[in-house]
């Protein structure tokens, strides 16, 4: 029972770099969403997700583009990396539009150096 | 700004005390008032969570207060063990998830 899984668990990359942050559930969740978890900050909305198809920007969603092509997958593409993306990447999906509970992954440590 | 505020940032609490974290909010149409427990490298699970029709919810040694009229909402981990040593995130939800800052608790044997 795999839940979120997230990859890569860690990353370096350079300032300008572009990648991508792979999410993918295998709970027929319709809903999805990304978060950045800073110290002090808590959890952070980046970008979410109703469905294949469909998707929104959240609290903080400069820097970073998404798309829902199918159910199970939610990449997180950061397009031009910025030493301010340095944080910790979390992917969750819920079974309902109502986040009554949230699933995380284990994270993507992210580092721009 | 922060449409949750949670405190304390960290603390410290000897096995069989009492852990109480502590959060704000404004927004009065947040409806539902979930807690998140994080282990090291590890993401956030739901540990308890209360509607703002509810004034307490007891789940083992967990307990939610919820105080409307103030519009705080408070954790309170009775009994404290090392198990319980984590960070803890409230929030709230308006259709999405709001998160506190979180509150690293550390139970010394």
């Known amino acids: 029972n795999a839940g979120v899984t997230q990859t890569p668990k860690f990353q370096v990359l350079k300032t300008g770099q572009s990648m991508t942050l792979q999410c993918a559930q295998d709970?027929?969740?319709?809903?999805m969403s990304w978060y950045r978890q800073d110290p002090g900050m808590g959890l952070r909305l980046i970008h979410y997700s109703v469905g294949a198809g469909i998707t929104d920007q959240g609290e903080v969603p400069n820097g970073y583009n998404v798309s829902r092509s199918t159910t199970e997958d939610f990449p997180l593409r950061l397009l031009s990396a910025a030493p301010s993306q340095t944080s910790v990447y979390f992917c969750a999906s819920s079974y309902s539009g109502e986040w009554a509970e949230a699933f995380f992954g284990q994270g993507t440590r992210l580092t721009v150096v | 700004q922060q449409q949750v505020k949670q405190s304390p940032q960290s603390l410290i609490v000897q096995k069989g005390g009492i852990s109480i974290i502590n959060c704000a909010y404004e927004n009065t149409a947040f409806d539902y008032f979930p807690w998140y427990q994080q282990f090291p490298g590890k993401g956030p699970a739901l540990l308890i969570a209360i509607r703002p029709d509810v004034s307490e919810k007891k789940e083992g040694r967990f307990t939610i207060s919820f105080n409307k009229s103030a519009k705080q909402f408070s954790l309170h981990i009775m009994d404290s063990q090392p198990g319980d040593s984590a960070t803890y995130f409230c929030a709230a939800r308006r259709y999405k998830l709001t998160f506190g800052g979180g509150t690293r608790v550390l139970v010394k044997p």
């Open positions: 709970m027929n969740h319709e809903y």
